[in-house]
């Protein structure tokens, strides 16, 4: 049922992701000048999907800043790693994630 909800909101076309890309390029560098260092990545990932989360939107939509921050809060990880290597910060957020998935399932 989730698959089918997150069809419906959000945007596989190529100008879809073409802009969401783009918003995420400019999102990244906003935060890397805000936010140079990337010691507490772990944690605002964790923060950002939580305000995310308490949006009710379950997928990117044009102009829904909370996960084009998570996206940014990601790729930088991705990127940059944390210093702080909090694992078992990342732990708690795969348990929450996996539970939310099962009610939504």
Do not use: F, I
Not at 28 to 36: I, S
């Amino acid at each position: 049922m989730a698959e089918r909800q997150r069809d419906k909101v959000g945007s596989q076309e190529p100008e879809g992701v073409a802009r969401a890309l783009g918003e995420l390029a400019r999102e990244l560098e906003r935060a890397r000048k805000k936010h140079p260092q990337s010691r507490y990545l772990v944690y605002a990932l964790a923060e950002e999907l939580g305000e995310a989360a308490a949006t009710g939107r379950l997928a990117y939509q044009p102009g829904n800043v909370e996960w084009l921050h998570v996206a940014c809060v990601a790729m930088r990880l991705y990127e940059e790693g944390s210093v702080t290597q909090e694992n078992h910060v990342l732990v708690e957020l795969l348990r929450v994630g996996l539970e939310a998935k099962a009610r939504l399932d």
